[in-house]
């Protein structure tokens, strides 16, 4: 069996904000609260070949609407090695790929964790799907 060809070296959260919303008022049977805004990024590390950074950033009701029990601001950085027989697209798009389930997982679970102890209970976000960006 071949080896996957890219490798995390390393996950690390920069900056980790969860306020329980004041005067929280559960929404109306039915009716849907919309997602988090995700957005991703990765680059190469310049004098480090082969080595990529990803950051995830995983914002949620900022403004602390009353129908969200929590306002969520998180962000989350992988450092990945690829193997060198990938060609620079070919390694770009599969560190993206790989960085959104992992980081977008560590972001879930630790979501999940620390508003488990906040007073409404554990608040456990939706899946992410990474679509491509236009530009």
């Known amino acids: 069996m071949d080896k996957h060809p890219i490798a995390l070296k390393n996950v690390f959260f920069t900056k980790t904000i969860v ?3 004041p005067n929280y008022q559960p929404p ?6 919309s ?4 957005n991703i990024k990765s680059e190469p590390i310049k004098d480090s070949p082969g080595h990529y950074i990803a950051t995830m950033q995983t ?3 900022l403004e602390q609407e009353v129908a969200y029990p929590y306002s969520i601001d998180i962000e989350c950085v992988g450092i990945f090695v690829v193997d060198d027989t ?3 697209d070919e390694a770009y798009r599969a560190v993206m790929i790989t960085a959104h389930s992992v980081l977008y997982g560590a ?9 488990g102890r906040h007073p409404y209970g554990p608040f456990v976000l939706g899946l992410s799907v990474i679509q491509p960006t236009k530009g």
């Open 19 to 21: 306020i329980a919303t």
């Open 28 to 33: 109306e049977a039915g009716k849907v609260l």
């Open 35 to 38: 997602g988090p805004q995700n």
């Open 59 to 61: 914002k949620i009701n």
């Open 86 to 88: 990938l060609v620079e």
């Open 107 to 115: 972001i879930r679970e630790t979501v999940a964790w620390i508003t």
